[in-house]
């Protein structure tokens, strides 16, 4: 079965640095998530794509996190400065629709330690 | 507002025993989807199931199904026989316009 590919698989960085995410989402899928997860919490969206637009960014911290989907294909999820409160795992996912099915598929993320 | 519940941080359930996973929802558009995903330790998110809102029938996978009550906005997941292998994190998540996720119901199997 295809797969949502994320690299790096780990990134430690230390606080003020920038750092970039990778994400090659399922081929065909339209819709791309950028969720981000604390340990023992639930995936936090922080932006969606739909083709190489963005749909919702509201909980994306502007000032520093930038995200961008240019061909409607990969993505990449920058953070600068990095802050200590950054460390979580980020984790990417597509969906794909039936008449009567609907799925997300999610990448195996990363984790990301600020010092 | 889009908004998903889980209310349950934490459960404990004896081998082969029958699980429920409380999940409350609310969205004002008539459309929308329901999810459960399993995460293990390991990390991985693995999709265990999916209701549409226009479903008549409730969404069941293997030992999974999802006890969907539209009008009290409830989409339980229920694990039938239960297996030491299904000590995970659980989280429910809805699509309307967006996917977003509840907190999440720590389950533990014992033996």
């Known amino acids: 079965e295809a797969e949502v590919a994320q690299s790096p698989r780990y990134k430690i960085t230390e606080k003020s640095q920038a750092v970039a995410f990778w994400c090659d989402p399922i081929?065909?899928?339209?819709?791309l998530y950028w969720y981000r997860q604390i340990l023992g919490q639930g995936p936090e969206l922080l932006v969606q794509?739909?083709?190489?637009?963005?749909?919702?960014d509201s909980q994306l911290p502007k000032d520093r996190f930038s995200a961008e989907r240019l061909k409607g294909v990969d993505s990449t999820l920058k953070i600068q400065p990095a802050e200590l409160g950054d460390s979580a795992m980020y984790l990417c996912?597509?969906?794909?629709?039936?008449?009567?099915?609907?799925?997300?598929?999610f990448g195996s993320g990363t984790q990301l330690s600020v010092l | 507002a889009q908004k998903i519940t889980q209310t349950q941080p934490g459960m404990f359930v004896q081998e082969k025993e029958a699980v429920t996973l409380d999940c409350t929802y609310d969205?004002?558009?008539?459309?929308?989807?329901l999810f459960w995903y399993k995460q293990p330790s390991s990390g991985e998110m693995i999709f265990l199931i999916y209701?549409?809102?226009?479903?008549?029938q409730n969404a069941t996978e293997g030992r999974y199904s999802l006890n969907f009550q539209k009008a009290r906005k409830s989409a339980n997941l229920v694990i039938s026989a239960s297996q030491l292998g299904d000590s995970a994190m659980y989280f429910c998540?809805?699509?309307?316009?967006?996917?977003?996720f509840g907190k999440g119901t720590r389950l533990h199997i014992l033996p």
């Open positions: 996912a597509s969906s794909s629709w039936t008449a009567t099915n609907e799925k997300l598929f």
């Open positions: 081929s065909g899928h339209a819709t």
């Open positions: 794509f739909q083709d190489e637009s963005v749909v919702d």
């Open positions: 969205t004002s558009d008539p459309s929308y989807g």
């Open positions: 209701q549409g809102s226009y479903d008549q």
């Open positions: 998540a809805m699509r309307d316009d967006k996917i977003i």
